[in-house]
Nanobody
Framework: QVQLVESGGGLVQAGGSLRLSCAAS????????MGWFRQAPGKQREFVAG???????LYADSAKGRFTISTDNAWNTVYLEMNSLKPEDTAVYFC???????????????????WGQGTQVTVSS
């Protein structure tokens, strides 16, 4: 089992930055890739960014050039650095872990076995 806890959300003005963190515990060695997703009110959960064990990254078009996903060396924590934030980035942000090591990060929620509780990001205009 893997437990994930997000932090770092908050209220920020448009154009500002936030850094989200996701602390992983439990069977970290079984994690193959991790991802960040977000869900705005009344909308489906959508992929933001993902990172694989071997360094591969994947970004949603909305995140490219503004967001950066990274991990510490031990894969205890995954980060999402968000810059140039827009009001449309407002959502609850979730981190997720995928178990298969040999596959790259996936943009599909069904591919992730473990999820955190989420952290709220609000961007004011």
């Amino acid at each position: 089992q893997v437990q994930l806890v997000e932090s770092g959300g908050g209220l920020v003005q448009a154009g500002g930055s936030l850094r989200l963190s996701c602390a992983a515990s439990g069977s970290i060695a079984t994690i193959g890739s991790m991802g960040w997703f977000r869900q705005a009110p009344g909308k489906q959960r959508e992929f933001v960014a993902g990172i694989g064990r071997y360094g591969s990254t994947l970004y949603a078009d909305s995140a490219k050039g503004r967001f950066t996903i990274s991990t510490d060396n031990a894969w205890n924590t995954v980060y999402l650095e968000m810059n140039s934030l827009k009001p449309e980035d407002t959502a609850v942000y979730f981190c997720a872990a995928r178990r298969i090591k040999i596959l790259p990060p996936s943009p599909y929620t069904n591919d992730y076995a473990y999820w955190g509780q989420g952290t709220q990001v609000t961007v004011s205009s």
